[in-house]
Each structure stands twice: as structure tokens, then as C-alpha cells.
Nanobody, 124 residues
Framework: QVQLVESGGGSVQAGGSLRLSCGASGSVYDTACMGWFRQAPGKEREAIATINIPGSTTYANSVKGRFTISKDNAKNTLYLQMNSLKPEDTAMYYC??????????????????WGQGTQVTVSS
């Protein structure tokens, strides 16, 4: 069984940076594909980035150029470096994992394992 535990959320002013971490327990094969989703109040959950074991990454247009996803495979830990934060980045951020990345990386159904979430609040 895979467990995902996020950390690093908090409050920051617009233009600032935060780094989220997600520690994964269980088999590395079950977490071959990992990523981040977020959900703002009153909005649908949104996929923002994903990474596979070879290190290929995909980003949503809303965060491309500002956010960087990375993974330490030895520690089975996922990161999300968030720079140039905007108030519209305010959301609960979720770490996700799956044995494979699948075809539709933006679909919630693509990911078997989910963390509990960490809150990010960006003030103007």
C-alpha cells in the first residue's frame, strides 16, 4: 500500500516562492508516475504537473515557466518548486501517484494514490 504525505505549504505574498514535498512509502514501482493536483475553493481539481521515473515532465499552461516538478528516486520523494506565485495559485495541493502515467495525465482517474493535501495561500 502506498502512502503519500505532503509538506511545505503555507502563506506567502505574491511574487514569492514555496517548495512542496511529498514523501512516498511503498513500492517505487507503484509510484513510477507522480504528480501534483490543486483545488481552489469553488473550483474543480486541476492537474498541474507530472513526472515519470526517467524524468519526463508535463506542466499545465497555468504554471509552466513558474513551477518545477522534480523527484528524488532514491528517497522516493516528489517536489514542486513554485516561484513567482500569484493569488490565483491559492489552493489545496495534492500529491498523486500511479504505477504508470497513462494517456491522459490531467485526469484524476489516472492516479490510484492521493495524499491528504497541503494548503498554499498567496496574498496580493
Amino acid at each position: 500500500q502506498v502512502q503519500l504525505v505532503e509538506s511545505g505549504g503555507g502563506s506567502v505574498q505574491a511574487g514569492g516562492s514555496l517548495r512542496l514535498s511529498c514523501g512516498a512509502s511503498g513500492s517505487v514501482y507503484d509510484t513510477a508516475c507522480m504528480g501534483w493536483f490543486r483545488q481552489a475553493p469553488g473550483k474543480e481539481r486541476e492537474a498541474i504537473a507530472t513526472i515519470n521515473i526517467p524524468g519526463s515532465t508535463t506542466y499545465a499552461n497555468s504554471v509552466k515557466g513558474r513551477f518545477t516538478i522534480s523527484k528524488d528516486n532514491a528517497k522516493n520523494t516528489l517536489y514542486l518548486q513554485m516561484n513567482s506565485l500569484k493569488p490565483e495559485d491559492t489552493a489545496m495541493y495534492y500529491c498523486v501517484a500511479n504505477p504508470g502515467c497513462g494517456v491522459d495525465w490531467k485526469s484524476e482517474r489516472n492516479y490510484q494514490y492521493w495524499g491528504q493535501g497541503t494548503q498554499v495561500t498567496v496574498s496580493s
